[in-house]
Protein backbone atom coordinates (compact mmCIF):
# COMPACT_ATOMS: atom_id res chain seq x y z
CA UNK A 1 0.00 0.00 0.00
CA UNK A 2 2.72 2.73 1.05
CA UNK A 3 4.29 1.55 -2.32
CA UNK A 4 1.75 3.56 -4.13
CA UNK A 5 2.62 7.48 -3.33
CA UNK A 6 0.29 8.82 -5.34
CA UNK A 7 -2.31 8.36 -3.02
CA UNK A 8 -3.66 11.60 -0.82
CA UNK A 9 -2.48 12.22 3.07
CA UNK A 10 -6.46 10.91 3.84
CA UNK A 11 -6.43 7.81 2.05
CA UNK A 12 -2.51 7.02 3.08
CA UNK A 13 -3.74 7.79 7.00
CA UNK A 14 -5.99 4.97 6.93
CA UNK A 15 -4.57 2.24 4.69
CA UNK A 16 -0.31 2.68 4.46
CA UNK A 17 1.09 0.03 5.75
CA UNK A 18 -2.07 -2.17 6.26
CA UNK A 19 -2.97 -5.42 4.41
CA UNK A 20 -5.65 -7.78 4.90
CA UNK A 21 -4.24 -10.29 7.36
CA UNK A 22 -2.71 -13.29 5.29
CA UNK A 23 -3.67 -15.87 7.30
CA UNK A 24 -7.27 -14.73 7.71
CA UNK A 25 -8.35 -11.98 5.74
CA UNK A 26 -8.97 -9.56 8.76
CA UNK A 27 -9.45 -6.33 7.99
CA UNK A 28 -7.91 -4.79 10.52
CA UNK A 29 -4.75 -4.41 11.25
CA UNK A 30 -3.97 -7.40 13.96
CA UNK A 31 -2.60 -6.79 17.37
CA UNK A 32 0.06 -9.68 16.86
CA UNK A 33 0.73 -10.41 20.48
CA UNK A 34 3.79 -12.42 20.14
CA UNK A 35 6.99 -12.46 21.29
CA UNK A 36 8.59 -15.21 18.91
CA UNK A 37 7.79 -16.36 15.12
CA UNK A 38 8.41 -20.08 14.38
CA UNK A 39 11.25 -20.21 11.19
CA UNK A 40 10.31 -22.20 8.62
CA UNK A 41 13.49 -23.87 8.90
CA UNK A 42 17.68 -23.71 10.23
CA UNK A 43 18.70 -22.24 6.77
CA UNK A 44 15.43 -19.70 7.27
CA UNK A 45 16.58 -18.91 10.78
CA UNK A 46 20.12 -18.22 9.79
CA UNK A 47 19.44 -16.02 6.31
CA UNK A 48 17.41 -13.90 9.25
CA UNK A 49 19.93 -13.66 11.59
CA UNK A 50 22.39 -12.74 8.75
CA UNK A 51 20.27 -10.04 7.36
CA UNK A 52 19.94 -11.77 4.03
CA UNK A 53 16.19 -12.13 4.19
CA UNK A 54 14.00 -10.25 5.73
CA UNK A 55 11.50 -11.37 8.22
CA UNK A 56 10.44 -11.50 12.04
CA UNK A 57 12.73 -13.40 14.34
CA UNK A 58 11.79 -11.71 17.72
CA UNK A 59 9.28 -8.70 18.57
CA UNK A 60 12.06 -6.86 20.50
CA UNK A 61 13.54 -6.32 17.17
CA UNK A 62 9.96 -6.31 14.48
CA UNK A 63 6.70 -7.29 15.18
CA UNK A 64 3.87 -7.10 12.07
CA UNK A 65 1.64 -4.76 13.91
CA UNK A 66 4.42 -2.13 14.78
CA UNK A 67 5.80 -2.99 11.44
CA UNK A 68 2.40 -0.98 10.01
CA UNK A 69 2.53 1.73 12.23
CA UNK A 70 6.18 2.06 11.10
CA UNK A 71 5.04 2.03 7.03
CA UNK A 72 2.57 4.29 7.58
CA UNK A 73 3.96 6.91 9.40
CA UNK A 74 6.90 6.54 6.88
CA UNK A 75 4.43 6.64 4.55
CA UNK A 76 2.83 10.21 5.76
CA UNK A 77 6.14 11.94 6.21
CA UNK A 78 7.41 10.53 2.43
CA UNK A 79 9.89 8.42 4.42
CA UNK A 80 11.85 5.83 2.82
CA UNK A 81 11.82 4.29 6.11
CA UNK A 82 10.48 4.35 9.78
CA UNK A 83 11.11 2.42 13.33
CA UNK A 84 9.31 2.67 16.21
CA UNK A 85 10.11 2.80 19.75
CA UNK A 86 8.78 2.57 23.19
CA UNK A 87 8.54 7.14 23.51
CA UNK A 88 9.65 9.89 21.80
CA UNK A 89 12.42 10.21 23.83
CA UNK A 90 13.10 6.60 22.91
CA UNK A 91 13.48 7.57 19.12
CA UNK A 92 15.63 10.65 20.17
CA UNK A 93 18.18 8.62 21.70
CA UNK A 94 17.04 5.83 18.39
CA UNK A 95 17.77 8.94 16.21
CA UNK A 96 21.41 9.88 17.73
CA UNK A 97 22.26 6.59 18.02
CA UNK A 98 23.75 5.13 14.59
CA UNK A 99 25.61 8.51 13.87
CA UNK A 100 27.60 9.08 17.63
CA UNK A 101 30.43 7.74 19.04
CA UNK A 102 32.19 9.18 22.49
CA UNK A 103 33.31 12.78 21.89
CA UNK A 104 31.24 13.47 19.18
CA UNK A 105 27.85 16.32 19.79
CA UNK A 106 24.99 17.64 18.23
CA UNK A 107 24.01 21.40 17.38
CA UNK A 108 20.69 21.84 18.31
CA UNK A 109 17.80 24.67 19.13
CA UNK A 110 17.37 25.91 22.04
CA UNK A 111 13.62 26.01 21.87
CA UNK A 112 12.98 22.46 22.66
CA UNK A 113 10.07 20.23 24.73
CA UNK A 114 11.70 20.67 28.48
CA UNK A 115 12.49 16.79 28.89
CA UNK A 116 14.85 17.29 25.40
CA UNK A 117 16.46 20.10 27.15
CA UNK A 118 17.61 17.85 29.60
CA UNK A 119 18.33 14.96 27.63
CA UNK A 120 20.40 16.81 25.53
CA UNK A 121 21.99 18.70 28.03
CA UNK A 122 22.76 15.99 31.03
CA UNK A 123 21.78 12.71 30.04
CA UNK A 124 23.82 11.82 26.92
CA UNK A 125 26.81 13.69 28.13
CA UNK A 126 26.78 10.00 30.23
CA UNK A 127 27.26 8.42 26.52
CA UNK A 128 30.52 10.97 25.75
CA UNK A 129 27.79 12.62 23.52
CA UNK A 130 27.46 16.49 23.80
CA UNK A 131 24.97 19.27 22.15
CA UNK A 132 25.21 22.95 21.66
CA UNK A 133 21.84 24.36 21.85
CA UNK A 134 21.63 27.69 20.19
CA UNK A 135 19.00 30.17 18.75
CA UNK A 136 17.93 28.96 15.46
CA UNK A 137 16.39 32.46 14.53
CA UNK A 138 20.54 33.21 14.33
CA UNK A 139 21.58 31.61 11.48
CA UNK A 140 25.40 32.41 12.25
CA UNK A 141 25.26 31.22 15.74
CA UNK A 142 24.02 28.12 13.92
CA UNK A 143 27.12 27.75 11.93
CA UNK A 144 29.51 28.80 14.60
CA UNK A 145 28.18 26.29 16.74
CA UNK A 146 28.72 23.31 14.11
CA UNK A 147 32.61 21.72 14.35
CA UNK A 148 33.97 18.57 13.13
CA UNK A 149 32.93 16.49 15.64
CA UNK A 150 29.51 17.95 14.74
CA UNK A 151 26.77 14.50 13.62
CA UNK A 152 23.45 16.32 13.28
CA UNK A 153 21.63 19.27 13.44
CA UNK A 154 18.32 19.00 15.66
CA UNK A 155 15.37 21.43 15.95
CA UNK A 156 11.71 21.25 16.57
CA UNK A 157 9.13 22.14 13.71
CA UNK A 158 6.67 23.95 16.34
CA UNK A 159 8.73 24.68 18.73
CA UNK A 160 6.96 23.49 22.36
CA UNK A 161 5.63 25.13 24.28
CA UNK A 162 6.26 28.63 22.60
CA UNK A 163 4.55 28.52 19.66
CA UNK A 164 7.70 29.19 17.52
CA UNK A 165 8.03 28.16 14.14
CA UNK A 166 11.04 27.07 13.06
CA UNK A 167 12.53 27.99 9.30
CA UNK A 168 13.68 24.29 8.40
CA UNK A 169 14.79 25.42 4.83
CA UNK A 170 17.31 27.57 6.61
CA UNK A 171 17.90 25.06 9.00
CA UNK A 172 18.47 21.96 6.28
CA UNK A 173 20.97 24.21 4.02
CA UNK A 174 22.85 24.85 7.09
CA UNK A 175 23.53 20.73 7.54
CA UNK A 176 23.77 20.12 3.96
CA UNK A 177 26.84 22.57 3.84
CA UNK A 178 27.99 20.69 7.23
CA UNK A 179 27.56 17.19 5.12
CA UNK A 180 25.27 16.38 8.42
CA UNK A 181 22.08 15.26 8.61
CA UNK A 182 19.27 17.55 9.82
CA UNK A 183 16.84 15.98 12.47
CA UNK A 184 13.57 17.38 12.38
CA UNK A 185 11.07 16.67 16.00
CA UNK A 186 7.92 16.83 14.01
CA UNK A 187 5.51 16.04 16.74
CA UNK A 188 3.59 18.92 17.67
CA UNK A 189 3.31 19.60 13.65
CA UNK A 190 2.33 15.89 12.95
CA UNK A 191 2.68 15.29 8.96
CA UNK A 192 -0.40 16.69 8.15
CA UNK A 193 0.31 20.23 9.21
CA UNK A 194 4.20 19.77 7.46
CA UNK A 195 6.46 16.87 6.04
CA UNK A 196 10.07 18.16 7.01
CA UNK A 197 11.56 15.75 4.26
CA UNK A 198 9.81 18.32 1.97
CA UNK A 199 12.20 20.56 3.12
CA UNK A 200 15.20 19.19 2.97
CA UNK A 201 15.47 17.09 6.33
CA UNK A 202 17.10 13.75 6.58
CA UNK A 203 15.38 12.22 9.61
CA UNK A 204 12.17 13.10 11.29
CA UNK A 205 11.13 11.86 14.93
CA UNK A 206 8.03 11.77 16.60
CA UNK A 207 6.22 11.49 20.24
CA UNK A 208 3.33 8.89 18.81
CA UNK A 209 1.93 9.94 22.09
CA UNK A 210 0.29 13.21 21.43
CA UNK A 211 -1.02 13.96 18.33
CA UNK A 212 -0.48 10.65 16.76
CA UNK A 213 -2.71 8.89 18.47
CA UNK A 214 -4.29 11.71 19.75
CA UNK A 215 -6.33 10.48 22.07
CA UNK A 216 -3.79 10.35 25.59
CA UNK A 217 -3.67 6.83 25.72
CA UNK A 218 -0.06 5.13 24.98
CA UNK A 219 3.23 6.20 24.64
CA UNK A 220 5.49 5.73 21.62
CA UNK A 221 7.69 7.16 18.97
CA UNK A 222 8.74 6.85 15.81
CA UNK A 223 12.15 7.88 13.51
CA UNK A 224 11.20 8.29 9.99
CA UNK A 225 14.93 8.36 7.57
CA UNK A 226 14.14 10.42 4.28
CA UNK A 227 16.81 7.84 2.51
CA UNK A 228 18.52 10.74 0.90
CA UNK A 229 21.53 11.48 3.09
CA UNK A 230 24.89 10.07 1.71
CA UNK A 231 26.40 8.17 4.54
CA UNK A 232 29.49 7.45 2.64
CA UNK A 233 30.11 10.80 1.19
CA UNK A 234 32.47 11.35 4.45
CA UNK A 235 34.01 8.97 7.06
CA UNK A 236 31.96 11.09 9.91
CA UNK A 237 29.49 7.81 9.80
CA UNK A 238 31.15 5.09 10.00
CA UNK A 239 28.65 2.50 11.90
CA UNK A 240 26.64 2.83 8.71
CA UNK A 241 29.33 3.41 6.37
CA UNK A 242 32.31 0.43 7.66
CA UNK A 243 32.01 -2.89 8.18
CA UNK A 244 29.79 -3.90 10.72
CA UNK A 245 31.83 -6.62 13.44
CA UNK A 246 28.19 -8.13 15.08
CA UNK A 247 27.05 -9.08 11.11
CA UNK A 248 30.46 -10.22 9.65
CA UNK A 249 31.63 -7.16 8.79
CA UNK A 250 28.20 -5.93 6.47
CA UNK A 251 28.57 -2.26 5.32
CA UNK A 252 24.98 -0.91 5.91
CA UNK A 253 25.38 1.81 3.25
CA UNK A 254 26.94 -0.29 0.84
CA UNK A 255 23.85 -3.54 1.52
CA UNK A 256 21.12 -1.56 1.98
CA UNK A 257 21.22 1.84 0.15
CA UNK A 258 18.67 4.20 0.72
CA UNK A 259 16.61 1.99 3.92
CA UNK A 260 20.88 1.74 5.45
CA UNK A 261 19.68 4.24 8.36
CA UNK A 262 16.39 1.97 8.75
CA UNK A 263 18.01 -1.34 9.06
CA UNK A 264 20.66 -0.25 11.51
CA UNK A 265 18.21 1.23 13.60
CA UNK A 266 16.40 -2.43 14.13
CA UNK A 267 19.36 -4.59 13.62
CA UNK A 268 21.53 -2.64 15.99
CA UNK A 269 18.98 0.29 17.63
CA UNK A 270 16.35 -1.92 18.81
CA UNK A 271 18.31 -5.22 19.05
CA UNK A 272 20.80 -3.40 21.24
CA UNK A 273 19.19 -0.91 23.30
CA UNK A 274 15.59 -2.73 23.46
CA UNK A 275 13.68 0.67 23.42
CA UNK A 276 10.78 -1.58 21.53
CA UNK A 277 7.37 -0.21 20.75
CA UNK A 278 4.60 -3.14 21.99
CA UNK A 279 1.87 -3.98 19.65
CA UNK A 280 -0.72 -2.46 22.13
CA UNK A 281 0.29 0.31 21.57
CA UNK A 282 0.68 0.65 17.64
CA UNK A 283 -2.66 -0.87 17.62
CA UNK A 284 -3.86 2.62 19.18
CA UNK A 285 -1.65 4.75 17.16
CA UNK A 286 -3.05 2.94 14.33
CA UNK A 287 -6.52 3.69 15.51
CA UNK A 288 -5.89 7.39 16.29
CA UNK A 289 -4.03 7.63 12.71
CA UNK A 290 -6.74 6.72 10.78
CA UNK A 291 -8.47 10.41 11.88
CA UNK A 292 -5.27 12.46 12.14
CA UNK A 293 -6.03 15.32 9.26
CA UNK A 294 -9.48 15.53 10.56
CA UNK A 295 -8.70 15.90 14.05
CA UNK A 296 -5.73 18.35 13.06
CA UNK A 297 -8.28 20.73 10.91
CA UNK A 298 -10.17 20.77 14.27
CA UNK A 299 -7.15 21.14 16.88
CA UNK A 300 -6.42 24.10 14.45
CA UNK A 301 -9.64 25.72 14.20
CA UNK A 302 -10.38 25.56 17.77
CA UNK A 303 -6.77 26.92 18.48
CA UNK A 304 -7.23 29.86 16.61
CA UNK A 305 -10.45 30.90 17.74
CA UNK A 306 -9.03 30.77 21.80
CA UNK A 307 -5.98 32.25 20.40
CA UNK A 308 -7.61 35.39 19.39
CA UNK A 309 -9.93 35.79 22.20
CA UNK A 310 -7.18 35.21 24.97
CA UNK A 311 -5.09 38.11 22.92
CA UNK A 312 -8.06 40.39 23.49
CA UNK A 313 -8.20 39.59 27.14
CA UNK A 314 -7.41 42.36 29.81
CA UNK A 315 -5.29 39.46 32.12
CA UNK A 316 -3.13 38.60 29.03
CA UNK A 317 0.19 39.92 28.30
CA UNK A 318 0.83 38.05 25.37
CA UNK A 319 -0.11 34.91 23.63
CA UNK A 320 2.25 33.22 21.30
CA UNK A 321 0.22 30.83 18.76
CA UNK A 322 2.06 31.81 15.58
CA UNK A 323 -1.59 31.63 13.63
CA UNK A 324 -2.06 35.08 15.26
CA UNK A 325 -0.49 38.11 12.98
CA UNK A 326 1.01 39.46 16.46
CA UNK A 327 3.60 36.68 16.02
CA UNK A 328 6.63 37.28 15.53
CA UNK A 329 6.90 33.80 13.34
CA UNK A 330 3.15 34.67 11.73
CA UNK A 331 5.32 34.61 8.01
CA UNK A 332 6.36 31.45 8.17
CA UNK A 333 3.46 30.03 8.76
CA UNK A 334 2.49 29.83 5.02
CA UNK A 335 6.09 28.15 4.06
CA UNK A 336 6.79 25.47 6.92
CA UNK A 337 2.74 24.77 7.79
CA UNK A 338 0.31 26.30 5.76
CA UNK A 339 -2.79 24.20 6.89
CA UNK A 340 -2.36 26.07 10.33
CA UNK A 341 0.57 26.73 13.27
CA UNK A 342 -1.06 23.94 15.10
CA UNK A 343 -2.52 23.82 18.07
CA UNK A 344 -0.45 24.34 21.26
CA UNK A 345 0.58 27.72 22.29
CA UNK A 346 1.28 29.68 25.39
CA UNK A 347 -0.29 32.63 27.36
CA UNK A 348 1.44 35.11 29.39
CA UNK A 349 -0.38 36.28 32.02
CA UNK A 350 0.17 40.53 33.27
CA UNK A 351 -0.01 39.11 37.06
CA UNK A 352 2.59 36.67 37.42
CA UNK A 353 3.20 33.29 38.55
CA UNK A 354 0.76 33.22 41.37
CA UNK A 355 -2.08 33.97 38.63
CA UNK A 356 -1.05 31.44 36.52
CA UNK A 357 -1.53 29.01 39.17
CA UNK A 358 -5.06 29.99 40.38
CA UNK A 359 -5.91 29.84 36.46
CA UNK A 360 -4.87 25.99 36.54
CA UNK A 361 -6.56 25.20 39.30
CA UNK A 362 -9.82 27.32 38.80
CA UNK A 363 -10.61 25.73 35.47
CA UNK A 364 -13.02 23.01 34.85
CA UNK A 365 -13.17 21.55 31.58
CA UNK A 366 -9.30 21.57 31.01
CA UNK A 367 -7.10 18.84 32.14
CA UNK A 368 -3.78 20.11 34.14
CA UNK A 369 -1.45 17.46 33.08
CA UNK A 370 1.78 16.78 31.66
CA UNK A 371 1.12 16.00 27.76
CA UNK A 372 -0.29 17.47 24.64
CA UNK A 373 -1.84 16.65 21.82
CA UNK A 374 -4.67 14.95 23.04
CA UNK A 375 -8.63 15.08 22.34
CA UNK A 376 -9.28 17.08 25.81
CA UNK A 377 -7.74 20.36 26.43
CA UNK A 378 -4.91 20.09 28.26
CA UNK A 379 -3.22 23.04 30.25
CA UNK A 380 0.04 23.47 32.38
CA UNK A 381 2.39 25.96 34.03
CA UNK A 382 5.56 24.78 32.74
CA UNK A 383 7.83 26.46 34.95
CA UNK A 384 6.19 24.85 37.85
CA UNK A 385 6.09 21.40 36.40
CA UNK A 386 8.04 20.32 33.25
CA UNK A 387 10.36 23.39 32.77
CA UNK A 388 11.19 22.82 36.50
CA UNK A 389 14.51 21.28 36.16
CA UNK A 390 15.89 23.81 33.88
CA UNK A 391 18.01 27.34 35.08
CA UNK A 392 16.02 30.45 34.72
CA UNK A 393 17.87 31.67 31.73
CA UNK A 394 16.47 27.97 29.91
CA UNK A 395 13.46 28.54 30.86
CA UNK A 396 12.44 32.02 29.20
CA UNK A 397 14.17 30.86 26.27
CA UNK A 398 12.39 27.41 25.87
CA UNK A 399 9.28 30.10 26.34
CA UNK A 400 8.89 28.71 29.60
CA UNK A 401 8.82 31.97 31.87
CA UNK A 402 7.28 32.00 35.40
CA UNK A 403 4.17 34.09 34.22
CA UNK A 404 3.83 31.82 30.97
CA UNK A 405 0.83 28.67 30.61
CA UNK A 406 0.76 26.41 27.85
CA UNK A 407 -2.67 25.33 26.74
CA UNK A 408 -3.44 22.55 24.12
CA UNK A 409 -6.21 22.97 22.39
CA UNK A 410 -8.26 20.16 22.21
CA UNK A 411 -11.46 18.91 19.83
CA UNK A 412 -14.27 20.28 22.28
CA UNK A 413 -16.67 23.02 20.93
CA UNK A 414 -15.01 26.16 20.94
CA UNK A 415 -16.94 28.10 22.72
CA UNK A 416 -17.08 26.10 25.78
CA UNK A 417 -12.51 25.90 25.76
CA UNK A 418 -13.07 30.00 25.87
CA UNK A 419 -16.05 30.15 28.68
CA UNK A 420 -14.02 28.19 30.93
CA UNK A 421 -10.63 30.15 30.19
CA UNK A 422 -12.91 32.94 30.81
CA UNK A 423 -14.10 31.89 34.20
CA UNK A 424 -10.60 31.06 35.22
CA UNK A 425 -9.08 34.13 34.53
CA UNK A 426 -11.48 36.32 36.29
CA UNK A 427 -11.17 33.80 39.31
CA UNK A 428 -7.02 34.07 38.83
CA UNK A 429 -7.55 38.05 38.57
CA UNK A 430 -5.89 39.87 41.90
CA UNK A 431 -8.47 41.40 43.64
CA UNK A 432 -9.11 45.19 42.65
CA UNK A 433 -6.57 45.29 38.81
CA UNK A 434 -8.71 45.86 36.65
CA UNK A 435 -7.60 42.50 34.79
CA UNK A 436 -10.94 40.66 35.99
CA UNK A 437 -13.34 42.44 33.43
CA UNK A 438 -14.83 40.41 31.76
CA UNK A 439 -13.25 40.35 27.66
CA UNK A 440 -15.80 41.51 24.66
CA UNK A 441 -17.25 38.63 23.31
CA UNK A 442 -16.86 35.95 25.93
CA UNK A 443 -19.70 33.62 25.38
CA UNK A 444 -21.69 32.96 28.13
CA UNK A 445 -22.53 29.13 27.38
CA UNK A 446 -22.66 27.07 30.87
CA UNK A 447 -19.85 24.96 31.36
CA UNK A 448 -20.82 21.04 31.42
CA UNK A 449 -19.50 18.80 34.32
CA UNK A 450 -16.64 17.45 32.78
CA UNK A 451 -14.04 18.44 35.69
CA UNK A 452 -10.80 16.19 35.52
C1 LIG B 1 6.31 14.69 24.36
C2 LIG B 1 7.40 15.15 23.48
C3 LIG B 1 8.61 14.45 23.43
C4 LIG B 1 8.89 13.23 24.27
O1 LIG B 1 8.02 12.21 23.94
P1 LIG B 1 7.54 11.06 24.97
O2 LIG B 1 6.64 10.21 24.17
O3 LIG B 1 6.89 11.75 26.12
O4 LIG B 1 8.81 10.36 25.40
C5 LIG B 1 9.58 14.92 22.57
N1 LIG B 1 9.38 16.01 21.82
C6 LIG B 1 8.23 16.70 21.85
C7 LIG B 1 8.06 17.89 20.99
C8 LIG B 1 7.20 16.29 22.68
O5 LIG B 1 6.05 16.98 22.71
Request: proline letters at 5%; one cysteine or more.
Amino acid sequence: MSENWEYGFDTLQIHAGARPDPATGARQVPIYQTTAYVFRDADHAAALFNLQEVGYIYSRLTNPTVAALAERIAALETGEGAVCCSSGHAAQIMALFPLMTPGKNIVSSNRLYGGTVTQFSNTIKRFGWDATLVDTDNLGAVKGAIDEDTRALFCETIANPGGYITDLDAMAKIADEAGIPLIVDNTTATPYLCRPIEHGATLVVHSTTKYLTGNGTVMGGAVVDSGDFDWSASDKFPSLSQPEPAYHGLKFHETFEHLAYTFHSIAIGLRDLGTTMNPQAAHYTLMGIETLSLRMDRHVQNAMKVAEWLEKHPAVEEVTYAGLKSSPWFDRVEKIVPRGAGALFTVALKDGFDACVKLVDSLELFSHVANLGDARSLIIHSASTTHRQLTAEQQVAAGAAPNVVRLSIGLEDADDIIADLAQALEKAAVPGKPTSTRAPGTPTTAISSAKS
